[in-house]
Each structure stands twice: as C-alpha cells, then as structure tokens.
C-alpha cells in the first residue's frame, strides 16, 4: 500500500493530467474557444470576405436591443477587430458578398420594433459603411441569396422578391408570384436555379418548394417537402443535390432530414438527427460533410453537433459546443467550423465563439 502522502500526490497529479487533455463530455470532446467578440450578440449574420476574413454585422445585444456595429475575425490570428459601424443598427436582416468583394445588408428590425427598408453596403478595404438604394418596403427575417449573374435575390417576408444590381444600386422585379411567409431558405445551384424551401406564418410551417429560373426569370413550385418545416437549414451537397435539416413547426423541433434532387424533382429521407433542432447553423467541408451546430428545442440552446457524413448519408456526433441558438457560422481556410455568438443558456446574447468538430484539431 502507498503512503497516503504519496497517494495524494498522485491523485493531484492524475487530476492535473486530466485538466490538460482535451475535455470530453459524454464520450465526446468540446469545440475550442476561438476568442471573445468585442460585442456579444445574435441574430448576426456572418460572411467570408475575399481576403478570409469573418465579418458579421449587427445582431441583438444583452439587453436585446439592435446592434449598428460590425467586427471582423482574422483566422490568421484568431483574433476579433471592430471595423466601422452600420448607419442604423439592425436585426434580423440579410448579409451577402457581392463578387467585387463589398458586403450588401438590407432590412431588419430597428430599436424601435420597425421593420426597415433601408440599405448599407460595406467596403472591406475602407471599413466603412455607405447607404445604398432601399427596398420598396420594410422587411425582417427575410432571406437572400447572390445570383450567377451577380445580382442579390431578396424574398420579404411579405410581399413580391426583388434583386438588387450592384452595378446600378437599383432594384429589379424577378418573377411575378408573391409571399407571405418568413424563415425560408434559398439554395442557389449549379445552373443558376434558386430553391426557395419551408418558412412559415402565423405558428405553423409550411412544406414548400418554390424554383426560380434565372434563365426564365420566373418561379414554379416545386414537389412539396416531406415534412413542413421553418428555422431550417439548406445545403448545397456536391453532387448537385440539397440537404434539408432540422428546423420547427408549431414550435416543436423537427430531427428529421431531407434532401432534395433537382434532376428528379423527388425529396428523399436523410436519416433522422441525434438531437432535434432548430436555428441551428449548416456549414459545408470541402469533403461535402455539412456540420449541424447549436440550435434550439423547446426554447433551450442546445450544447451539441452533429455531422452528416456525405459519402455514406450517415449522421454522427460532431463535439459539444456552448448552449447556443441563433448564432451564425463560418468556414475557415483551414477546414474548421467557426461559430460565432448567439444566444446562450439564460437566452442572453454571448460574445463567445468556438472552432470544431474536435476531430478536425
């Protein structure tokens, strides 16, 4: 028997050891920390600009008002920089890079509860921010999506979609259907098509699927989903097809997966998540693997990842991450998954943001 001085000791040691390794909860290990944010926020949308860098602007603070500042994450340094504030503070608006580099943000939600209709542009080699032509109506929790030929597809939440000409700052109609539903999703693919799946309105989702043809320049339905779904995520798989995952109806979260074939116009089942979820963020590898992170159930952040495993359509544990749901996600040069803020355990906006899935460290 050991002295139990010497005993201690060990016991100390083994402790010590244990703190060194990576954590593991579960089985699994945790994502890592990747530096703090110099706001904490959510509901902040988040695009990879030309040179690498992060950028997400806007968002919901602690107290739950707006946010008109913006930051930048440096994946050479991992560290997070302020750059120049929006004009008007903002949520639940749209982020998307335009092909000369710039930054297109349109809508949101003001600190007054309006939905706006304004418009900012931001230069990455400036840092600053200019207004630009606005949409003909306010709009909140809409979607948007850049086209082959350069434009930006907005679908409102009510109303007519419109696309935006970075070449003339002008807006022009795209099709003559109109909707009424928010949370939808829009998967732009290969020849230049737009999906435009789910959303929702008044409680409920719903299981549409709606193609715009940018040939054509009109929309037709498409097969409806298996399942209605809105706070979904939509995936561009490489083999052309379309990954639908999670999301909710009527508030409760949906485990189940899609995905979509545009060459047959025929949904098929993608297995069923370990967790049910919504608001959560999608983010494709460069092996095509889409890693599910965060999200939502029954309005508790969810701690977890997931990882769909293209080559065989399988779903597997991803890591545990911090509770977090509507957050946004970014994938950095060197194969890891950067999520970025949200809101945490006590529904509070967080400055965190973390890289995963552990098995890529």
Not at 58 to 87: H, I, N, Q, R
Not at 123 to 145: E, K
Not at 171 to 178: A, F
Not at 257 to 286: F, K, M, Q
Request: proline residues 6%; aromatic residues 6%; contains cysteine.
């Amino acid at each position: 028997m050991l002295p139990r001085s010497r005993s201690i000791t060990l016991l100390l040691l083994g402790i010590i050891a244990s703190v060194a390794q990576p954590r593991l909860a579960e089985g699994r290990q945790l994502w890592f920390p990747a530096g703090d944010l110099t706001d904490a926020r959510a509901y902040s949308p988040a695009v990879t600009l030309l040179d690498s860098r992060v950028l997400v602007a806007g968002g919901v603070a602690p107290d739950g008002k707006p946010l008109a500042s913006a930051e930048t994450f440096d994946p050479a340094t991992a560290v997070w920089s302020t750059t120049g504030s929006m004009l008007l503070a903002r949520t639940q608006h749209t982020v998307t890079a335009l092909a000369d580099g710039r930054v297109l943000v349109v809508g949101g939600v003001d600190r007054f509860g309006s939905e706006l209709a304004e418009c900012e542009l931001y230069d990455p080699q400036t840092g600053l921010w200019t207004a630009t032509t606005s949409y003909i109506l306010g709009l909140a929790s809409h979607s948007a999506v850049r086209l082959l030929d350069g434009r930006v597809l907005v679908v409102p939440d009510l109303g007519s979609p419109l696309a935006y000409d970075p070449t003339t700052a002008t807006w022009g109609t795209v099709g003559s259907w109109s909707f009424g539903y928010r949370e939808q999703t829009l998967t732009l693919l290969p020849d230049g098509r737009v999906l435009m799946v789910g959303g929702g309105a008044d409680g409920h989702a719903y299981d549409y699927l709606m193609i715009y043809d940018l040939a054509l320049e009109n929309w037709t339905p498409g097969q409806h989903m298996i399942e209605a779904r809105q706070g979904h995520t939509a995936t561009l798989l490489p083999d052309g097809r379309v990954l639908i995952a999670g999301g909710q109806d009527a508030g409760v979260a949906l485990g189940r997966a899609e995905i979509y074939d545009p060459v047959t116009n025929r949904w098929s089942p993608a297995g069923r998540l370990h967790v049910a979820r919504a608001y959560h963020t999608a983010t494709e590898l460069a092996n095509g693997d889409v890693v599910i992170a965060g999200g939502e159930s029954g309005n508790r952040p969810i701690n977890d990842a997931e990882i769909y495993r293209f080559a065989t359509g399988k779903w597997e544990h991803g890591g545990i991450t911090p509770a977090i749901t509507h957050h946004t996600a970014a994938l950095l040069p060197d194969g890891e998954v950067l999520a970025i803020g949200g809101l945490g355990r006590s529904l509070s906006a967080t400055s965190k943001s973390e890289t995963g899935p552990p098995s890529s460290k």
